[in-house]
């Protein structure tokens, strides 16, 4: 149906899109609902490949309906241009579409107002989260996705082995960041940095140095950071890179509208022998997770996984912070930094063909900084694969 | 009361935070009710000076409450640390204040299931729109908040005329972009650009070269531009910058967790007259405006004066951009690049003492590009006067 839908759009994300509407329309009727109405920019980008203005209606069963409000590329028999959202009940009756008796409408990705707003459209008859079945769709990845996800993965690995080369001795963590945010923007990267949910916020990423990589931030990130100001206390605080220091470089890699979530350490100089000991640790969770990481398995028991390893290896007390300590050691990744599963201790979550996991068992060593690595890996049926393969080792500076 | 409250901040913020809770509770009696309660990070900025996981409760009358659920820089009497919302009310009681009987909470800023989750904890008493509160608060900065305005806004205008210098001919808008986003950084601009509403995205800044700048763009800018993936299309587009082109660097000054809005034109050689001429019209548009704004002044009718001038410069075609124009010439900023007022046609607003606009009558002329100054101003008692000071003509790359 794509075919006649998406005048101009390459055929295979035409494809794809029919597989990620068929997939949605399954959890949709599986809630019992009739509809699904999407507004958030990140899943109109997955339900037409574009970010637009408006809205898109996906029926449970049928063609979904694209409505407008600014000419974008989206051409077809099933996009209508609209002046305000009041005008989709009319326009779905024009063109024969049933009223959905149960719809639902995006609960965590719209302002209460704007729910308001869509609901009252809908009066009646707004039934279910359609965030939580539009995520459960976005976690596991298509065959396109995939494709991009590993293309994305393969930019980030190529740029991360380049930021030794923009270090200069003297400089500070913000003043390498610079440089290192000019790297991967030079290199293609589209920086803005998609985060869901109002009270996560970052810029391009962060960098760690030394004791800032145990700062405890208001953040939900792993490791967090002091920031510069107190108006976004989250990464590089400033400090001076010197001797000793382990710094934690966690600059996504964002191309296609797509993020690949991979950090490595630069060391100036030699690190104390418990940071290299530990991010060896970290490699040894990281093999073992990928081996042990199948469709089906669960994702609190690759956590305890985790865990247990971080023990056994005397560094439970520096495992996932020090003072304030992350409960998981990976999450989904994709077209927002926060999907999908978590690896985390109570996650309810089972892994699928697809999934795309940001895995980053982290230390952080007190007089040294944080260590570790971080990659994003993908489930297949024969394991987990790693799209940033880059070299896990220490850089020393 | 601050005093006792926050610990360690500086007296002079303390002074201010004052300031804002007194005029937070004046709205908030009002509106008819009893407490106002804040989650959303610029608003937890505002009221605070800083952003921390957590909420604040504002009764109408006496000393606002800090909720925080990770240890952050506040410290005080009526600083609790919890590990949930649902604290709340318990807190309250056993402090002796009163459970609310009308709450005010943040509908424009949470998402519905947050927004949803809060009503709960005081089931029964919400009432009234808490974001409009806050917008209204912030539209008119405290002395303290003119005072970094001024800051911010200088240091966005020094760094301007230094973009000339990384330009090398033969650059994409996207090459020199770069090498703009680094000497802004290395200036100390904190990158992260806040924008209210969830339908609004954007990186650092846009920078818009020759047709791009009539591009249409799904997001809701004066100028948009394509930009260079449809996961973003917003800003540079990739095009290469040559002889006639104007590019209009819209990159917004970003310092201790305020914006100023500054745009200039650049002109690749020598630009076409009209551009010369456009460009000329709003300057004057510009000067118009701070002649007549000043507190009580209606803001249409400042918009109504800037498209009467566009059009006795016989420019109306071609005023806000070409085939998708925007309905404004200036809007608020602050914390959030779009804060209250809008200069716009059937705006409501009244200027008013501390208010921080952003003033851009763009033009956008076929073949050429955009031209137009963009400045921040603050309205004093005696009128408007500029934050970004920097030269308005046209600098010939």
Not at 61 to 72: A, L, N, S
Request: aromatic residues 8%.
């Amino acid at each position: 149906m794509a075919g006649i839908m998406f005048k101009g759009t390459a055929v295979e994300l035409k494809d794809d899109l029919v597989l990620r509407w068929s997939r949605i329309q399954a959890r949709v009727r599986a809630a019992g609902a009739d509809a699904l109405v999407v507004a958030a920019n990140v899943n109109l980008f997955y339900v037409s490949g574009r970010v637009f203005m408006g809205h898109a209606y996906i029926p449970a069963e049928g063609e979904p309906c694209f409505f407008v409000r600014r000419p974008c590329g989206l051409k077809g028999g099933r996009v209508f241009e609209v002046r305000k959202v009041e005008q989709m009940p009319d326009i779905l009756r024009d063109i024969g579409v049933p009223l959905p008796k149960r719809v639902m409408i995006e609960d965590d990705d719209l302002s209460h107002s704007d729910w308001a707003r869509l609901a009252a459209v809908f009066a009646g008859s707004v039934a279910g989260n359609g965030s939580a079945v539009l995520r459960q769709c976005r976690a596991a990845k298509t065959p396109y996705e995939v494709r991009v996800m590993k293309l994305t993965g393969a930019r980030q690995s190529e740029v991360i082995p380049r930021y030794a080369a923009v270090f200069e001795p003297g400089m500070t963590d913000q003043q390498w960041s610079v440089e290192m945010f000019r790297v991967m923007l030079r290199a293609g990267g589209l920086g803005h940095f998609r985060i869901a949910g109002y009270t996560m916020e970052g810029f391009m990423g962060t960098v760690l140095a030394g004791d800032n990589g145990g700062a405890v931030s208001p953040y939900d990130f792993a490791l967090g950071g002091a920031g510069l100001h107190p108006s976004l206390p989250v990464g590089q605080s400033g400090v001076r890179l010197a001797e000793g220091m382990s710094v934690m470089v966690d600059i996504p890699g964002i191309f296609y509208g797509y993020i690949t979530d991979c950090s490595r350490i630069f060391g100036v100089g030699k690190l104390a022998q418990k940071a290299y000991d530990a991010h060896q640790v970290s490699i040894d969770i990281r093999e073992a997770i990928m081996a042990a990481g199948k469709p089906g398995v669960r994702c609190e028991d690759l956590y305890a996984l985790a865990v247990r390893m971080a023990e056994e290896a005397g560094l439970a007390d520096c495992f996932m912070g020090l003072a304030q300590k992350a409960k998981f050691v990976g999450h989904g990744t994709g077209i927002v930094i926060n999907e999908l599963p978590v690896l985390g201790a109570r996650s309810k979550d089972v892994l699928e063909e697809g999934m795309t996991i940001a895995l980053e068992p982290k230390f952080v060593i007190a007089g040294t900084g944080a260590v570790g690595v971080e990659d994003t890996l993908v489930v297949t049926p024969d394991g987990m694969e790693n799209l940033t393969p880059c070299a896990p080792e220490i850089i020393t500076l």
